[in-house]
């Protein structure tokens, strides 16, 4: 089962290299991993799989891969 790592940077301050960070995964995880952008999302950055949801308000490295494994 994939993960798809969602962010929305129009409505909330999205640090530089957020949305590069982020692709990382792909990159690391090519066959799990996707990541779009998703306007109005009531969240900066929301993690999912399998029914599951993980929302952060700040880019964390290690809570995502985590999440992603």
């Known amino acids: 089962p994939g993960v ?13 290299g957020l949305i590069e960070n982020l692709e990382e995964f792909t990159v690391k995880y090519p066959e799990h ?5 998703f306007p109005k999302m009531d969240a900066k950055i929301v993690l999912t799989k399998e029914g599951r949801q993980k929302i952060l308000e700040i880019y964390d490295e290690g809570i995502i891969d985590a999440f992603v494994k």
């Open 4 to 16: 798809i790592i969602n962010y929305n940077c129009n409505d909330f301050e999205c640090e530089a």
């Open 33 to 37: 991993v996707y990541v779009a952008p």
